[in-house]
Nanobody, 124 residues
Framework: QVQLVESGGGLVQAGGSLRLSCSAS????????MGWYRQAPGKQRELVAG???????NYADSLKGRFTISRDNAKNTVYLQMNSLKPEDTAVYYC??????????????????WGQGTQVTVSS
C-alpha cells in the first residue's frame, strides 16, 4: 500500500557529489522515520542515515560531515545529499520508511517499506 521510488543514483568520480531522492506514495496515513540504507556486494545492508518526522537525524559515524539527510513532509520525500564521495561508498542505496496506512475506521497499521534501490558507483 506504500510505494517508495528512489532516484538520483549514478556514476561519479571520487570527490564528487550526488543527491538521492525518494518519494513515497499510496494510501499513507502518516510517515514516521525515513532513512537510507546501502548494500555493497558481499556486505550486509547498513544504515546510512535516518530522519524522524520532526527532523531529528542520525548518521553512520563514518559518514558524518559528508552526507546530509533531509525530508519534505508535504511531498513525502526524503533526500540524501552525498558529498566527497569515496569508492567505498559504492553500493545500492535503498530508501526506507516506517509508515501507517489507512485501515478500517480509525485503525491504522504501521509497517516498514523499502524502495527498489538506486545504484551509486564512485570511481577512483
Amino acid at each position: 500500500q506504500v510505494q517508495l521510488v528512489e532516484s538520483g543514483g549514478g556514476l561519479v568520480q571520487a570527490g564528487g557529489s550526488l543527491r538521492l531522492s525518494c518519494s513515497a506514495s499510496g494510501s499513507i496515513f502518516s510517515i514516521g522515520t525515513m532513512g537510507w540504507y546501502r548494500q555493497a556486494p558481499g556486505k550486509q545492508r547498513e544504515l546510512v542515515a535516518g530522519i524522524t518526522s520532526g527532523g531529528s537525524t542520525n548518521y553512520a559515524d563514518s559518514l558524518k560531515g559528508r552526507f546530509t539527510i533531509s525530508r519534505d513532509n508535504a511531498k513525502n520525500t526524503v533526500y540524501l545529499q552525498m558529498n566527497s564521495l569515496k569508492p567505498e561508498d559504492t553500493a545500492v542505496y535503498y530508501c526506507n520508511c516506517n509508515a501507517a496506512v489507512r485501515g478500517k475506521g480509525w485503525v491504522v497499521t504501521w509497517s516498514d517499506y523499502w524502495g527498489q534501490g538506486t545504484q551509486v558507483t564512485v570511481s577512483s
